[in-house]
C-alpha cells in the first residue's frame, strides 16, 4: 500500500512538471479613448417601417482590441448598439438620415465596458433633381422625395472606449508561439490626403526588405481584384521604403460604406490595411 501511495505522489508531480504552466490574472486598465472597431450583422435602413428610433441593432468587434500584448475584447465578441436617430426620407427633397450609437461591450473577462460613437448616415438628398424638375415641367416641388439612409450588413466602424475600465487578463508564464511577421509594412500618411484638390489621392508608405518593382491592391474587404490596381510610386524604393498614390475616386467605387480593408501586394509579400475613412 505504501508504495502504491509513493507511485502516485510520484506520478503527480509528473504530470504536474508535464502540465501547461501556471496561469495567472493581471488586472489592466482599458484607457479613455481607445479604439473599438464594429461590423454590423445586419442591413439598416431609415424606413420606419422597419426600424425605429431606440431599436437596437446587431453588430460584433472586427478586429481584437489589444492593450500593449494583451487581447482586452476578442474579435467577434457581440457589441450592443441601438439607432439614437432616424429620419426617414421626405417630401420636398429631404433625405433621410440614420446614426448608430455603441453602448457596451464585454471584456475578455467578462466585464461590461461602455462605448461611445458608431455611425452616422445621411441618404443622398434630391434637392437638385427636384428644383431642375420643378422648373421643366412645373411639378410641385413636394411631391419629390429624397433618398432613405442605409447602412448594409459588413459595414466597418468605429467605436470607443467611454470610461477607463479594469480588466482581469490571463498572464500566461508557457512560452509563447514563434511567427515569422509580415517583411511587408503599409501605412496610409492620412496627413497628406488633401480633399480640396481636383484630384485626391490617397497616399500610403510601403516599407520591405524584399526587393519589388511594384505596388498593387489585389483586394478589398477580402474580395478579390479581377484586375489588381496598380499603385503609382511617387519615388524610387530608398532602403526598402517608398511612397506610393492612387485617385481616392476610382478607388472609392470599389469600397462599401464604411471602413474598408485593402490588401496591398508588393513583390512577393502582402499586408492588409484599414482605411479608416467612413465612405
Not at 81 to 110: N, Y
Not at 114 to 136: E, I, T
Not at 166 to 171: A, Q, R, S, W
Request: charged fraction near 25%; aromatic fraction near 4%; hydrophobic fraction near 45%.
Amino acid at each position: 500500500m505504501k508504495m502504491s501511495c509513493a507511485w502516485i505522489g510520484t506520478a503527480a508531480i509528473v504530470v504536474a512538471l508535464l502540465m501547461p504552466s501556471t496561469v495567472l490574472g493581471e488586472t489592466i486598465t482599458i484607457p479613455f479613448g481607445t479604439t473599438v472597431f464594429c461590423e454590423l450583422d445586419q442591413k439598416v435602413t431609415s424606413k420606419k417601417r422597419k426600424w425605429s428610433e431606440g431599436d437596437l441593432v446587431k453588430a460584433h468587434v472586427w478586429k481584437d482590441v489589444r492593450v500593449g500584448t494583451h487581447i482586452v475584447i476578442k474579435a467577434g465578441t457581440p457589441v450592443i448598439m441601438k439607432i439614437s436617430k432616424l429620419q426617414k426620407a421626405r417630401i420636398a427633397g429631404q433625405k433621410g438620415s440614420l446614426e448608430l450609437t455603441a453602448l457596451s461591450v464585454l471584456g475578455a473577462d467578462g466585464v461590461d465596458i461602455p462605448l461611445q460613437g458608431g455611425y452616422d448616415k445621411s441618404g443622398k438628398g434630391r434637392v437638385g433633381l427636384s428644383v431642375s424638375l420643378g422648373v421643366l415641367v412645373f411639378a410641385p416641388l413636394v411631391f419629390i422625395k429624397g433618398g432613405e439612409a442605409v447602412l448594409k450588413r459588413g459595414t466597418i466602424f468605429d467605436a470607443m472606449v467611454r470610461n477607463p475600465t479594469k480588466i482581469e487578463v490571463d498572464t500566461a508564464t508557457k512560452r509563447p508561439v514563434l511567427r515569422m511577421p509580415s517583411a511587408l509594412n503599409v501605412a496610409v500618411i492620412y496627413d497628406e490626403i488633401d480633399m480640396d484638390a481636383q484630384t485626391v489621392l490617397l497616399p500610403m508608405s510601403i516599407s520591405t526588405d524584399q526587393p519589388f518593382e511594384r505596388v498593387e491592391i489585389v483586394a478589398i474587404n477580402d474580395k478579390p481584384l479581377e484586375t489588381p490596381l496598380q499603385l503609382d510610386m511617387v519615388s524610387a524604393p530608398v532602403d526598402g521604403s517608398v511612397k506610393v498614390t492612387t485617385p481616392l475616386k476610382a478607388l472609392a467605387k470599389m469600397m462599401s460604406q464604411g471602413m474598408n480593408r485593402l490588401s496591398v501586394k508588393a513583390g512577393e509579400e502582402t499586408e492588409e490595411v484599414l482605411l479608416e475613412i467612413e465612405f
